[in-house]
């Protein structure tokens, strides 16, 4: 099921980025993959999906043909394919998500972060370097 929250104010929070999962990593790549497929389902409102999807598979097309051609790490596209066999489960969750939604179209998209070049997306990421084994 789900987790239960507690507010305590006076809590403090410290991120371990990557804790369990080595930056980089095939283990890391593959959830990362599976996660995107499953967040962007939630999330997306229709016009926005519908708006935006053709962008997304450019995008996501290329991060994978980069991470099996350049790096032969093929964790990205198997994350992907993990992602298909919860789609019923998520679709749930969205129908739940959405109808929760407190804010409109035009705010969640002035919230977002505009699209970038694929040269910049490439730049973004080069401070990791080649995916370990």
């Known amino acids: 099921a789900g987790w239960d929250c507690l507010y305590v104010d006076t809590a ?4 371990h980025h ?3 999962a080595i930056e980089g990593s095939p283990f890391k790549n593959k959830l990362l993959g599976r996660n995107k497929v499953w967040a962007i389902l939630k999330n997306y409102p229709w016009p926005l999906l519908l708006r935006y999807l053709p962008a997304i598979l450019a995008y996501d097309l290329g ?7 350049v790096r032969r790490d093929a964790s990205p596209l198997y994350g992907r394919l993990q992602a298909i066999p919860k789609l019923p489960t998520i679709w749930q969750k969205r129908r739940k998500i959405q109808q929760s939604r407190t804010i409109s179209l035009q705010k969640m998209r002035a919230l977002m972060e505009p699209l970038t070049t694929p040269r910049q997306v490439w730049q973004r990421y080069q401070h990791l370097g080649p995916s370990p084994k």
């Open 63 to 69: 991060s994978v043909l980069v991470a099996l051609l």
């Open 12 to 15: 403090v929070i410290l991120h």
């Open 18 to 20: 990557s804790a369990t």
